[in-house]
């Protein structure tokens, strides 16, 4: 049974560059390796969900450039609905600048460009498809109003959300039940509840803060270590999967795809846990954002192959 999802959030540019390590402020260091990729955070994950085998329509916004055409295309290849990809005739699609290392940490930057114009008007354009998605998975990288307006809506129409809060930021407290399931990483778990996270314990308390504000599931995702994943009556870790990783770039957007996908499909939030995170070992032993994203068969073939 595969699910509808519906993603709201940025599609972006990569230019990335891989360097023997990240350089120090005020550093140059030469030698690097180029590429350019598709990313930005709510396209990916919108790639992730298809490759996993969700019906998935996108609502984000593209610039008027060369790439408008290019983005597209490679949406519809991955049969990604994109009657809600509108295009900002008067902005630059959005750009990130990432540098990574050859074990897979990164830096990125990015210039917003037209995610900026995804305004609540055109969310509301958009509401057709939202009324009929099974889940909503939303991100951090639109505008804040358009973030509110989306809880907002969905909490009228009854939709559940699954919520990446990356870019990480403070949330109203009124926000915290909209929210169905949070995703967050150690560093955005701690912008979001103010808790220093340095050891397991406060990334326990980090998530019961998430649910005593009324968010009902939590995922803290922990790199290698995998993640922990809380519940208004359970709590409990999934551990990581070892891998030879190669660029970290997007395997949060592959987590949430998927998460998104195996969760619509029934599997029990611990189940749906387990195939996010095995998608995202394989991503991060592949290049870019959007082409690590893994197919479906992979992802159960990964999760076989521990089980043997
Ligand atoms: O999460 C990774 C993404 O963050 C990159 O694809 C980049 O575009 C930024 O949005």
Known sequence: MSGKITV????????????SRLPEKGETISGGDYYQAFGGKG??????????GGQVTLVTCLGNDHFTTLLI?????????????????????????????????????????ANDFLTPDKIEKALPSISQADIVLLQNEIPEATVRFVLNTCEKLKKKVIFNIAPA??????????????????TEAEMV???????????????????????????????AKGAYVAGETEGFYVRGLEVEAVDTTGAGDVFCGALAIAYTEGMPIRKAVE???????????????????????????MIKNLAD
């Open 169 to 186: 930021c403070r949330l109203t407290d009124e926000l915290f039940n909209k929210i169905h399931i949070a995703v967050v990483n150690e």
């Open 73 to 113: 295309e490679s949406f519809l290849n991955h049969n990604i609905q994109t009657q809600y990809v509108f295009v900002e005739e008067t902005s630059f699609t959005g750009t990130a600048v990432i540098m990574t290392d050859k074990t897979g940490n990164n830096y990125i930057g990015v210039a917003g460009g």
């Open 193 to 223: 509840t103010g808790i220093k996270i340095l050891n397991s314990s406060d990334v326990e308390r980090a998530a019961k803060l998430f649910i005593s504000k009324g968010t009902p599931n939590v995922v803290i995702t922990l790199g």
């Open 275 to 301: 195939f996010a995170n095995a998608a995202a070992a394989i991503s991060v032993t592949r290049l870019g954002a959007q082409p690590s994203a893994p197919r479906r068969d992979e992802v159960l073939d």
């Open 8 to 19: 709201i959030g940025s599609t972006n540019v990569d230019i990335t560059m891989r360097l």
């Open 43 to 52: 396209a990916n994950q919108a790639v992730a969900a298809a490759r996993c």
